[in-house]
């Protein structure tokens, strides 16, 4: 595999960074105001505006010369036409064909998937409408009123953001609860606030063998045990798996497993039968929209010149900065308190995606990937860590995403709301030089002696990298839009990178040895190998267990 510095852009982007490393955002501004529609593109009601970044014409140029070089479109066309790019698992990538909403065929092992899709989806539709017009009865005849979703990673992070994103959409009065943690006060806060009678679980796990979804699981059975024969419980479970026979073998009916498939990623599965909680959340009507809005993103990133395409001009960005700004950190800051969970599910989804140290070929890669993803919604994290944001050491890139209509009616809210996004986008590149804090100081009568002593704390030296992300209003297809915008993204970097972005088997050795520990902590005596310092945890926890 060609190592990426081998290529001519790279030569020539390297030479590019040192001219232009040193140049002040604010002067990039000062030389060409209207920069804003050179490093601006619209989709659908999206604005994606990219002109507060370390980039002049040239950059762009330069960058999607590399994507060229890199090959970038051909392993778009082999991910969205079914290759095997997982190749460690040996499976095709194909979150987009379950959004698929044109009538052209996806192909794996040299059959269309597309037909299978279709019918998951209508007996989605069938299962959700039961489910919320109060059809489906649980074991003493009273229809349902709260859903709890049992899964963890991707089984749980893309439908717990969603639904908590869409919350205006949730209009019949369903009420939802998600228990991921192993951790048995996650199960008891939220179960025993409920009715076993009006209970439905949700078991979302694509291998069905999960161990703190299974435990979960088995302990959610026994709850509901508590009040009903075990053969009511039927009622009140449902399936969201791969794995059929590990389903009906823990007691759920055939009938009630919606299954998917093997090339849908854990972290990519919102949008199968995985998203069964949205739909019993928003109704497959809205369901449907997130797929569509998804659908429209994709055939964005499919079809449109890399030029005014969003993922993959986001992707070279954030390529940009790690290598050559070496920022090993982007913060995701969405100004919709709904969207508080998107910066954590994009953790999962790039992290656990392009947080890799091998390339295609096997090969020790020596430059470092995936940056470390965290975030938090506005305005709450200005008044935590947007310090270390201005007045820091570091350079953390950050998108701030906004929509401009929100579904309260407290616009002055929204407008102080829009103004704090808007503004801090402007305070991060622009800052405030020494004489600006010196005028500020003089024009409030400070006297020289304080103005010396103060300035420098007060002085902002700006420069700051940022991408605004605006659209129109946070509905269903808008977030599925948004979501595939970032969930491209990735594949471009992984692309940039080298890397296989559809695996990840880092998460495995913890849960191997977890296993072992386990068995240390049951038994009398000690029978796993284990560091010292390992050893005395576990003989910490037992002598006070
Ligand atoms: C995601 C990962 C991981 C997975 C969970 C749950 O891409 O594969 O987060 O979703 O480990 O797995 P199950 O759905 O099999 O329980």
Redo the contacts with the bound molecule.
């Keep these: 595999m060609t190592q990426f510095t081998e290529y001519p852009s790279f030569n020539a982007l390297t030479e590019h960074f040192s001219r232009i490393n040193q140049i002040h955002l604010r002067t990039h501004f000062a030389q060409n105001p209207s920069r804003c529609n050179q490093f601006s593109i619209e989709f659908n009601n999206f604005l994606f505006d990219y002109s507060k970044n370390h980039i002049t014409q040239e950059t762009i140029d330069l960058l999607l010369k590399f994507a060229e070089e890199i090959e970038l479109k051909s392993l778009i066309e082999k991910m969205f036409s079914g290759e095997k790019i997982n190749f460690t698992e040996n499976r095709a990538v194909l979150h987009t064909a379950l959004r698929n909403q044109s009538d052209r065929p996806v192909m794996v092992d040299g059959q269309d998937v597309m037909p299978g899709i279709k019918s998951v989806l209508d007996r989605m539709r069938t299962f959700t409408d039961k489910v919320r017009n109060g059809h489906w009865k649980g074991f003493s005849g009273k229809a349902i009123t709260d859903i709890v979703n049992i ?5 749980d992070l893309g439908p717990y953001m969603v639904t908590e994103a869409l919350k205006p959409f949730n209009q019949d009065g369903l009420n939802i609860h998600f228990v991921s943690n192993i951790d048995g006060s996650q199960l008891t806060d939220v179960v025993e606030k409920l009715n076993q009678e009006t209970v439905l679980f949700v078991i ?7 161990q703190e ?1 299974m435990t979960n699981a088995n302990s959610a059975k026994k709850w509901l045990c508590r009040s009903m024969n075990h053969a009511d419980i039927v009622n009140h479970f449902v399936a969201v798996s791969t794995n059929a026979e590990a389903v009906v073998e823990f007691g759920i009916d055939a009938e009630n497993m919606f299954e998917f498939w093997d090339w849908v ?5 919102l949008w199968s039968s995985i998203g069964l909680p949205i739909a019993l959340y928003i109704g497959m009507d809205r369901f449907d929209e997130l797929l569509d809005g998804a659908f429209q993103m994709d055939e964005h990133f499919r079809n449109v010149n890399f030029a005014n395409n969003i993922p993959v001009i986001m992707g070279l960005l954030g390529f940009w900065y790690n290598h050559f700004f070496q920022c090993k950190s982007h913060a995701i800051l969405p100004y919709d308190q709904h969207l508080h969970r998107f910066p954590a599910y994009l953790q ?1 989804a790039e992290m ?1 995606s392009n947080g890799k140290s091998v390339n295609r070929d096997g090969q020790v890669i020596d430059y470092s990937t995936c940056p470390v993803i965290w975030g938090e919604s506005g305005t709450n994290g200005q008044h935590a860590f947007y310090q270390l944001l201005h007045q820091g050491t570091h350079m953390i890139p950050a998108d701030f995403i906004l929509p401009v209509k929100p579904y309260h009616d407290l616009q002055q809210h929204h407008d102080i709301l829009t103004a704090n996004c808007i503004a801090q986008t402007e305070a991060l590149m622009m800052g405030k030089t020494k004489d600006e804090v010196r005028q500020e100081l003089e024009s409030s009568g400070v006297d020289e002696a304080s103005i010396n002593h103060l300035s420098p704390h007060k002085v902002f030296k700006g420069n700051k990298p940022t991408n605004t992300i605006l659209f129109d209003q946070l509905t269903p297809r808008n977030l599925g839009s948004l979501i595939a915008m970032y969930e491209h993204k990735i594949t471009v970097q992984g692309c940039l990178w080298g890397i296989n972005s559809f695996d ?1 088997w880092g ?1 495995e050795l913890g849960k191997q040895l977890a296993k072992q520990v386990l068995v240390d902590i049951d038994s009398e005596t000690m029978t796993g190998q284990h560091d010292g310092s390992t050893q005395q945890l576990i003989a910490f926890y037992k002598k006070y267990k």
């Design positions: 899964g963890i990673g991707g089984s979302a796990s694509k291998t069905f063998t999960t979804t990623g854990g972290r990519f599965s999962q656990e990840q998460v």
